[in-house]
C-alpha cells in the first residue's frame, strides 16, 4: 500500500476553529531541512532548527542561541543549558533531549550575563515562559530576538533515562559516556556510547513505548494544552506522515508565526541553508492527529485526576467523550504509578508484548472521534 494512499484514509478533517486552538496564530507553514547532510546527520529531524540557528548567527540576526546539550552527571544522562556561539557548538546540541530540565533557573543567568541579541530553542512551555519574564524585565526581553519552539508532545522525568541507561549499561558490561535520545530515518534509533569505545544502538522505541505510554511524565505536562508552541516566532516538529516514511532525507514541519521568523526562513532559504516547500497546516496537524487534540483537552484530565487526588485546572473547557475520558485515566495513571518504587519496579517487569498492547489500545482510544 502507498504511503500517500495511507495518508489520504488517515486524513482528518480540521476546521479553522481545530487550527486556532490547537495550532494559534501562525503566516506560513513549510515541510523543510537542513541542506547539508552533516547538518542532518544527528539532528531530530530534518535538522532545519540547527539550519536556522546557524543561520541566524553567520548574518548577524543574533549572537548566541540557547540550546540543550546532553551531558553525563555523575554518570547520569541529562540535558543542561548553554549558550552557543558557533555553527559547531549549535552542531554539538543537536537532537531531541527527552528529559526534564530547569529551564528558566539555567537559562535566565546565561542569557543576562551574555552580551549580545539571543535566539532561544525550547519546549513550548519553555517558550512561553521566557516570553512572560521578558514581559517582565525589558532588559531581557532586548535581548530575546527570536524564539523557537519544539512541537512536544510531552516530556519525561530523569527515572526513565536512568532505568534505559542501566539496562543498557548491564548489556554493555561498561559506563555509559554519551548518548543519543533519536537519530536516523522515521521513527529512528537511540544510540550509546561506552567507555572502551563500543555502542550499542537500538530502535527509539527501546524508550519510546515507555514514554508514549506516559511512564515518568512530567507532573506539568498534565495541565499544558501547548502542543505546537503559540508563542514562538517559529515551532518545528516531526512531520509523521506515511508518504515521506522511505524518502532517504528525513523532514521537519515548520510553522512560522511572526515577520521576524518569516524574514529569517526566507534568508536561509536564498542562500541554501535549508530546503523547502510549502505545506498545508492540515498536514503537519495530520501528523499530529492522535495526540495534538488529546494535549489539549486538559478537560479530560482535569476529570480523570480527580480519581487520584490531582487538582488540575480546566483553561479549555473541551468537552470530555467516554474515549477522551478513558484516555486520560491510563494517561494520569500511568504517571502516578512510576511516583511510587513498586510501581517503577512492575512497569520493568511487564514483558513488552503486554506494554506493546497496551499502548496499542491507548493509541486506539486517541484515534476516536
Ligand atoms: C521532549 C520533546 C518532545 C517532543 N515531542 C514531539 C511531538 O510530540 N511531535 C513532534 O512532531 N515533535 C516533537 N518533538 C520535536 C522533535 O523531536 C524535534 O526536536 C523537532 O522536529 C526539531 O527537529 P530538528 O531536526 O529541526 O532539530 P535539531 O536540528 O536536531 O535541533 C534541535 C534543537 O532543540 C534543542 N533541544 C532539544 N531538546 C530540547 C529540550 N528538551 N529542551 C530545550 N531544547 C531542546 C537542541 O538544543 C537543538 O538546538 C519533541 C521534542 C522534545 C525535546
Ligand atoms: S507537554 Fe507542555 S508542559 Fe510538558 S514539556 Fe511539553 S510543552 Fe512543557
Not at 550499542?200 to 512530567?218: A, G, H, T, V
Not at 473541551?318 to 491510563?330: D, G, M, R
Amino acid at each position: 500500500m502507498s504511503g500517500k494512499f495511507i495518508d489520504r484514509v488517515l486524513k482528518k478533517e480540521w476546521s479553522d476553529g481545530h487550527i486556532q486552538r490547537y495550532v494559534g496564530n501562525y503566516r506560513s507553514t513549510y515541510l523543510a531541512h537542513a541542506s547539508d547532510l552533516e547538518v542532518r546527520r544527528k539532528a531530530a529531524s530534518g535538522g532545519v532548527t540547527s539550519a536556522l540557528l546557524i543561520h541566524g548567527l553567520h548574518s548577524g540576526v543574533f549572537d548566541g542561541v540557547v540550546v540543550c546539550k546532553t551531558v553525563l552527571i555523575d554518570g547520569k544522562v541529562r540535558a543542561r543549558f548553554e549558550i552557543a556561539t558557533t555553527a559547531d557548538q549549535v552542531l554539538a546540541a543537536r537532537g531531541s533531549k527527552y528529559v526534564e530540565t530547569r529551564f528558566l533557573r539555567e537559562v535566565l543567568p546565561l542569557i543576562r550575563l551574555f552580551e549580545g541579541r539571543v535566539a532561544v530553542v525550547g519546549l513550548p512551555c519553555d517558550i512561553s515562559a521566557i516570553r512572560h519574564r521578558c514581559e517582565k524585565e525589558l532588559a531581557l526581553a532586548d535581548k530575546v530576538v527570536m524564539t523557537f519552539a519544539l512541537v512536544c508532545g510531552h516530556n519525561s522525568r530523569t527515572g526513565l533515562i536512568d532505568a534505559i541507561t542501566s539496562r543498557l549499561e548491564r548489556e554493555a558490561g561498561q559506563k555509559i559516556r554519551d548518548y543519543r535520545f533519536r537519530v536516523g530515518q522515521w521513527r529512528g534509533r537511540l544510540e550509546a556510547e561506552f567507555e572502551d569505545g563500543t555502542t550499542i544502538s537500538e530502535p527509539s522505541k527501546y524508550f519510546n513505548d515507555y514514554q508514549n505510554l506516559f511512564f515518568f511524565c512530567e507532573r506539568k505536562c498534565m495541565t499544558c494544552i501547548d502542543h505546537y508552541g503559540y508563542h514562538a516566532d517559529i515551532s518545528v516538529g516531526d512531520i509523521w506522515l506515511f508518504s515521506l516514511k522511505n524518502d532517504p532525507i528525513k523532514h521537519s514541519g515548520l510553522i512560522v508565526r511572526s515577520e521576524g521568523g518569516e524574514t529569517l526562513y526566507q534568508s536561509a532559504l536564498d542562500v541554501g541553508m535549508i530546503r523547502s516547500t510549502n505545506l498545508d497546516i492540515r498536514d503537519i496537524m495530520d501528523g499530529q492527529s492522535r495526540i495534538g487534540p488529546a494535549h489539549y483537552n486538559v478537560s479530560a484530565r482535569v476529570r480523570a485526576g480527580q480519581l487520584f487526588g490531582l487538582k488540575l485546572k480546566d483553561t479549555v473547557n473541551e468537552p470530555v467523550t467516554w474515549h477522551a475520558y478513558l484516555n486520560a485515566f491510563i494517561t494520569i495513571a500511568n504517571m502516578r504509578l512510576t511516583e511510587r518504587a513498586w510501581g517503577q519496579k512492575l512497569i520493568f517487569m511487564t514483558p513488552r508484548p503486554l506494554l506493546k498492547m497496551g499502548l496499542y489500545f491507548k493509541k486506539a482510544l486517541e484515534s476516536l472521534k
